[in-house]
């Protein structure tokens, strides 16, 4: 999630996507995401279990931002709000 284009980041890990992002956008997200306007989703990405979704949570929140900002590009190169475009799995479990 982004406050803006190139803003302030934000990465997290949920089992309910669509409804965390509408709760960003309430200004219910948390502490972090309220001070700094977190509010839109522009990247995403799907784990058949929550145990890789941490892992791979973890992994990113070291990263470098640049490597961050490359990766959502990549996806998303005009950090339009995918919140809308979610792609649901329909296999249950999906992180």
Same mark, same amino acid.
């Given at each position: 999630? &982004?406050?803006? %284009?190139?803003?302030?980041?934000? @990465?997290? +890990?949920? &089992? /309910?996507? %669509?409804? /965390?992002?509408?709760e960003?956008?309430?200004?219910?997200?948390?502490?972090?995401?309220? $001070?700094?306007? +977190? $509010?839109?989703? +522009?990247?995403? !990405?799907?784990?058949d279990?929550? !145990?890789? =979704? @941490?892992? /791979? !949570?973890? /992994?990113?929140?070291?990263? $470098?931002? =640049?490597? $961050? @900002?490359?990766? @959502?590009?990549?996806?998303? #190169? *005009?950090?339009f *709000?995918?919140?809308e475009?979610?792609?649901?799995? #329909? =296999?249950?479990? &999906?992180?």
């Amino acid at each position: 999630m &982004a406050s803006r %284009y190139r803003g302030t980041l934000y @990465i997290g +890990v949920t &089992a /309910r996507l %669509y409804d /965390r992002v509408l709760e960003h956008k309430s200004g219910t997200g948390g502490e972090f995401t309220l $001070k700094y306007g +977190v $509010k839109t989703l +522009v990247w995403y !990405e799907h784990h058949d279990t929550m !145990e890789s =979704a @941490i892992l /791979r !949570e973890t /992994r990113l929140k070291v990263w $470098k931002r =640049a490597w $961050k @900002i490359e990766l @959502i590009e990549l996806f998303n #190169p *005009d950090w339009f *709000d995918q919140h809308e475009n979610i792609d649901y799995r #329909p =296999a249950q479990g &999906a992180y």
